[in-house]
């Protein structure tokens, strides 16, 4: 038995739809509780398969892990932690998990964390991981597919990163938490999701200054001024730029709430060159509007506050039936265009040239069978499908249940024709269910 998602395409998408929290600030902060010997309670925690498995990597480390999936709500005690070893099998899975490296390092001074592998999406190395942890005074290697670390102490120094990794950033500065002195992080990533890091790290008594822009200094703390925690997620403005970009490509007209209009300001300008238009209604919403055939655009990816590489895909799927050529250049990964396939067999007239996608815009799309290579690939078919004329079916859709919250509901609500059906293999008919009951 396995579930696709059928959509009917050629509607516009209108109403209202309500943003979750962000996935990969969630997931961060899961992480960082490890560090206290204390109950961190978390708000806005958006339900998805990524933050159950990260609740039971927690668990097998010894934190007491209470997710409260209606309220949106986890409460992590990480007290009696017991076990510094994240397992393969919790790594492999989300890749978010290696984050529990440098918690676990900072407290306890040794961990042995599976190692991530390179992705469908490409390699993503973990070499400024290490680079940091060295710095700070750990000893790493990598055995039988771990990097194993042990420090006798750390104390804080001064790090650049050669890029402004994501990891790399949150790993660094969660364990340089409780070094010894401060630690000064350059050329730092300035993503929404590392200031909410440094937020909650903050709440909880660390002295972290500096996130969201490239210098990050650490000043190190003791382990008993760290306290209990309370602490609200960030709006996921990954899932909101996936909305944007559904609602501009099917000429619709909708307002997105619970978002911070700032942290979408790259996605935004884009929406305006192409024609749609965009009003910010108050601090947490906004409204997209567009009523003529998008305008082409060139977009490049870059690490915030540029254009996220993680919209690229959406995005793609808006630009299939704009007017004119749009180039489309994916500067972070090495092969995130894996939908560019799925899509021709839609219509779409899309080539890649080495770390460029070159879409002309065709007059229409057609619904067709597809398959969802990962999770953004899996949400620019969705966009497809979207404006596409008659039926499309999406398969491997766990992809897309791993970042988009009940996005059957949420599409659903705008007005688009779409339901979630079990397969059956022995009989391929379809029976529609209702995802809350299904998804875990
Ligand atoms: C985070 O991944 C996000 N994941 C990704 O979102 C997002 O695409 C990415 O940041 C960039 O914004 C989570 O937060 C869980 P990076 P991360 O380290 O931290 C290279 C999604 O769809 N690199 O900034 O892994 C790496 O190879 C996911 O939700 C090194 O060379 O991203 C990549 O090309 C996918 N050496 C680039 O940097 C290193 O040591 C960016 O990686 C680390 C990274």
């Known amino acids: 038995m396995y579930q696709k998602i059928i959509l009917e395409g050629g509607r516009r998408l209108k109403g209202e739809v309500t943003i979750s929290g962000a996935k990969n600030a969630a997931l961060k902060l899961m992480a960082a509780a490890l560090l206290l010997e204390d109950t961190s309670e978390i708000y806005n925690i958006p339900e998805l398969t990524d933050v159950v498995t990260m609740a039971s990597l927690l668990q097998t480390l010894g934190a007491e892990v209470d997710y409260d999936i209606k309220e949106k709500k986890i409460i992590i005690n990480a007290t009696n932690i017991n076990n510094v070893e994240a397992h393969y099998d919790f790594v492999s899975k989300m890749r978010a998990s290696f984050v529990v490296l440098g918690a676990l390092v900072g407290r306890f001074h040794e961990a042995k964390v599976a190692l991530p592998g390179g992705c469908s999406i490409g390699e993503r190395r973990i070499d400024l991981h290490i680079k940091g942890l060295e710095a700070l005074g750990a000893q790493v290697k990598i055995e039988g597919g771990y990097v194993i670390a042990k420090a006798k102490k750390l104390v804080g120094t001064k790090i650049y990163l050669d890029r402004p990794s994501v990891g790399a950033t949150e790993n660094i500065m969660l364990a340089a938490i409780l070094a010894e002195g401060s630690t000064i992080l350059n050329n730092a990533a300035q993503e929404p999701e590392i200031i909410d890091l440094a937020n909650f790290l903050n709440a909880m008594g660390a002295d972290v200054n500096g996130a969201g822009t490239s210098e990050i200094i650490i000043n190190g703390v003791k382990q008993k001024d760290l306290k209990a925690v309370t602490y609200t997620t960030i709006p996921d ?98 092969n995130r265009f894996r939908q560019i396939g799925e899509l021709r067999r839609m219509g779409a007239d899309v080539q890649q040239e080495s770390h460029k996608a070159i879409i002309k815009g065709v007059k229409q799309l057609t619904g067709a069978q597809v398959i969802a290579s990962d999770l953004r690939a899996g949400a620019s078919l969705v966009v497809a499908a979207l404006c596409a004329d008659g039926t499309t079916e999406i398969s491997d859709i766990h992809h897309i249940d791993r970042g988009y919250e009940k996005i059957v509901d949420k599409l659903s609500g705008l007005g688009a024709y779409i339901k979630r059906v079990d397969i059956d293999e022995t009989n391929l008919d379809g029976k529609i269910i209702n995802i809350e009951e299904n998804s875990y």
């Open 237 to 334: 403005r990954i899932e909101a730029g996936t909305y944007i970009a559904a609602i501009a490509a099917t000429k619709g007209k909708a307002i997105i709430k619970n978002i911070f209009p700032n942290h979408l300001s790259a996605v935004t300008s884009k929406v305006i060159e192409m024609g749609g238009k965009v009003t910010i209604l108050d601090p947490f919403s906004m409204e997209i509007s567009c009523n003529t055939r998008l305008n082409a655009t060139n977009i490049v990816t870059q690490p915030y506050p540029g254009f996220p590489t993680d919209l690229q895909s959406p995005f793609i799927s808006a630009l299939l039936m704009a007017e004119g050529i749009s180039i489309i250049t994916e500067s972070i990964y090495e």
